[in-house]
């Protein structure tokens, strides 16, 4: 087994994240983590803690580098609806096709209370609510910027449509992941838009 002082710990925390990612944190023993890492316990243990405070670790690397670029990319976008349309389009890839399909996202397994300490750990929790924040902030923001370019329709309330959107993206990191046709999603993700969308002028629907 290498010696703690002789691997790249962020190597190895990339390997645990993909782990807990697809297998479950509490579905995942130590054994497990070992067998995937080739490290000892020991070197786990001395590196990064038990159990839960590798969980943790690679949880939020999971958030720093998967979804906070994401959501910093939506919220950032000029375009509005079509760019939410657009995150939702390659969420919906992500999570139905290629090497992480049907995985979910690790966030919305601990949300679904399916990974360890994700109901009793104060700082998953901190991490979940903070993602949870900015998935709702990016949202806003774009539908802002959609109200501002004339594209929803009189009276939407901009921040319950923004708590709508973010638990729309759960719903598709929870359903992909339970096997859900990828069409099918696409379906849902089109009314809940078109339910926000201005009506088309007499001229747009000629």
């Known amino acids: ?8 710990p962020e190597r190895v925390l990339d390997q645990v994240v993909e782990l807990f990612w697809r297998r479950g944190a509490a579905a995942t023993g130590i054994g497990e983590v070992v067998a995937v ?3 000892s316990r020991s070197s786990l243990y001395a590196t990064f803690g038990g159990k839960q405070e590798l969980y943790l670790a690679a949880l939020r690397r999971y958030v720093d580098q998967r979804s906070r670029p994401v959501l910093d990319a939506l919220a950032a976008d000029g ?21 992480h399909a049907r995985w979910g996202c690790m966030v919305s397994n601990a949300h679904a209370g399916t990974d360890l300490g994700s109901g009793a750990d104060a700082e998953v929790r ?7 924040a900015q998935l709702r ?3 806003r923001s774009a539908l802002e910027t959609a109200r501002s370019r004339g594209q ?4 939407l309330e901009i921040q319950p449509a923004a708590d709508v959107l973010a638990l729309l993206a759960y719903g598709v990191n929870l359903r992909s992941r339970a096997g859900a046709p990828a069409a099918d999603l696409r379906t849902t993700v089109t009314a809940a838009l078109q339910s926000l969308c201005a009506p088309k002028s007499p001229n747009e629907e000629k």
């Open 1 to 8: 087994m290498p010696d703690v002082k002789h691997f790249d």
């Open 37 to 39: 890492t080739g490290l």
């Open 79 to 99: 375009q509005g609806l079509p760019a939410i349309a657009e995150f939702f389009d390659r969420l919906i890839q992500a999570r139905c096709e290629g090497p």
């Open 126 to 132: 901190q991490v979940l609510d903070a993602h949870h």
């Open 137 to 139: 902030a990016a949202m």
């Open 152 to 155: 929803l329709r009189p009276g």
